[in-house]
Structure formats: structure tokens, C-alpha cells
């Protein structure tokens, strides 16, 4: 097996190991049959994100981004699923689904009947996705700073922490390998963000660590 497809594989199963971290609020939901402290946006982000990165996979013919990708999109649309039938906000959340299936739409007319040209389609949509993935790994970064002003950890997950940080890693050697920097740009943010939360499990680790919001994000 060359380095590449050890890569791959790495990559896949990673990932799809980040993936499944949702499962323990899908566990959450059905055992207490309400979506209490349990975030949604972050499916729907998620999902539209796995998506995107699904097309672009399809566009540069890469089976590693194809997988991973497929098998992400369906999870979120399960979690998804399942998040709205223990809400009780279902319009929020009905609202919020349309939405973004008008942004999903929107982008798809742009990507598909806007761009004819192949190389610039790929390359404005690496660069979309890319933007998407940089800004959702960063968004927790508050909560990183009130964490680092209260000295408590317990909303953080340690297997996520950590899952993230392979999976991040994976990636940007993956992307080395193709010398797409669409992918490897996006996923350093998960390098260094993983790196802070191992810092501040560290410093301030707590005893009893709480389950947080399932909150993964990925290329």
C-alpha cells in the first residue's frame, strides 16, 4: 500500500469516526425524547458543508472525498431527521431547513449553469468550501476564550478533541499528496484548534467532563 492510500484510508476512517461522535446526542434525544442543550445549526451546517465538499469531490473524480463525504451528508440528514421530530421548535427548525435548502439550491444553479468552464467551477468551488470549513472550525473560538477565563472544561469533548485532531492531520497530508491546497488550507484551523483544547484539557482538567453539543466539521 503506497503512502497515498494509507492516507486515504486514514482519512476515511477518521473522519467517519468524527462523524459518528453525533450519535451520543442521537442517543440523548431518543432517550430523553426532547432536544434539550443539544444544538441544531451544526447538522445543517454540517450536512450543507458535507455536500458542497461531495460536488467538489465529483468534479476532481476523488473517491476518498466522494465516500467520506456521502457518508457524512447521511448521518447529518439523520441526526437532522431526528432533531426534528423530539423539538419542540419545529418551525424554527422548519425555517432554518428551507433556508438552506435555498442556499444549497442557489449554489447549485451558480455551480452548475453559471460556470461552464471546469477549472474555474473546481476552482471557486474549493475556494467556497474551503471559506465554509475555515470559518465553522474557527467559530467555537469564543467559547474557547470563555473557557479560558472560567478555568472549566466540561463542555469540551475529549474524543472529539481528539478525533478532530486526526482527522485535520489526515487531511492536510492527504492534500500534500495531491498538492490541493483547497484541502489542506481549510483543515489546519483543526490542527491548531485541537492542539488549544489539548492545552486547556491540561491546564484546567476536570474530573467530571460533561457530553457538549456534537459540533464536527470537515473538508
Not at 93 to 110: H, K, P, R
Amino acid at each position: 500500500m503506497d503512502l497515498l492510500s494509507l492516507l486515504s484510508w486514514a482519512c476515511i476512517v477518521f473522519t467517519v469516526g468524527m462523524f459518528s461522535t453525533g450519535l451520543t446526542d442521537l442517543k440523548k434525544m431518543r432517550e430523553s425524547k426532547s432536544t434539550d442543550n443539544i444544538q441544531f445549526l451544526p447538522f445543517l451546517t454540517t450536512c450543507l458543508n458535507n455536500l458542497g465538499w461531495m460536488y467538489y469531490g465529483i468534479l476532481k473524480r476523488d473517491q476518498t472525498i466522494i465516500l467520506v463525504n456521502i457518508i457524512g451528508a447521511l448521518l447529518q440528514l439523520l441526526y437532522i431527521i431526528m432533531y426534528f421530530r423530539y423539538t419542540k421548535q419545529k418551525r424554527l427548525v422548519s425555517s432554518q431547513t428551507l433556508a438552506a435548502g435555498v442556499v444549497l439550491i442557489c449554489g447549485w444553479l451558480y455551480f452548475t449553469m453559471f460556470l461552464t468552464d471546469g477549472d474555474i467551477r473546481l476552482s471557486q468551488l474549493g475556494l467556497t468550501c474551503s471559506v465554509v470549513t475555515v470559518s465553522m472550525y474557527l467559530s467555537p473560538l469564543t467559547d474557547l476564550v470563555e473557557i479560558v477565563r472560567s478555568g472549566n472544561v466540561q463542555c469540551l469533548s475529549f474524543p472529539l478533541t481528539v478525533a478532530t485532531f486526526f482527522t485535520s492531520t489526515s487531511w492536510v497530508f492527504y492534500g500534500l499528496q495531491l498538492s490541493d491546497y483547497y484541502i489542506v488550507v481549510p483543515n489546519t484551523p483543526g490542527i491548531f484548534t485541537s492542539l488549544i483544547r489539548f492545552y486547556l484539557f491540561w491546564k484546567f482538567a476536570s474530573v467530571n467532563q460533561g457530553s457538549p453539543s456534537y459540533k464536527p466539521v470537515h473538508i
